[in-house]
């Protein structure tokens, strides 16, 4: 299984950037895709998840609003669109592909290399 994200780069404060994480080696169209966050000597944060259909999508309280996901199942790819961006979104942003574990909890099994994003101020 190979999830790549791109499209990270430098934007400044209130700018928006585009992430894409394209998949292979799995089914897709089975996976609940999520992205997360790893900001430099802090823990890794959820940002957004979207359900294997697209129908359902969830967000972090801070990036509500300003965050949206979506997923093209034909392309085996996951997109982020992050507007509004604040410097403290500075971080490696993160793609993964998870299911349902026995408690009905997204369990995220595949992980990407990860995107670095910096937002200026």
């Known amino acids: 299984v190979q999830l790549q994200a791109y499209g990270g780069g430098l934007v400044q404060a209130g700018g928006s950037l585009r992430l894409s994480c394209a998949a292979s080696?799995?089914?897709?169209?089975?996976?609940?895709m999520g992205w997360f966050r790893q900001a430099p000597g802090k823990e890794r944060q959820y940002v957004a998840a979207i359900s294997w259909s697209g129908g359902s999508t969830y967000f972090a309280d801070s990036v509500k609003g300003r965050f949206t996901i979506s997923r093209d199942n034909a392309k085996n790819t996951v997109t982020l669109q992050m507007n509004s961006l604040k410097p403290e979104e500075t971080a490696v942003y993160y793609c993964?592909?998870?299911?349902?574990?026995?408690?009905?909890?997204?369990?995220?099994?595949?992980w990407g290399q990860g995107t670095l994003v910096t937002v200026s101020s």
């Open positions: 993964a592909a998870g299911g349902a574990n026995k408690e009905g909890r997204i369990e995220y099994n595949y």
């Open positions: 080696g799995l089914t897709f169209s089975s996976y609940t």
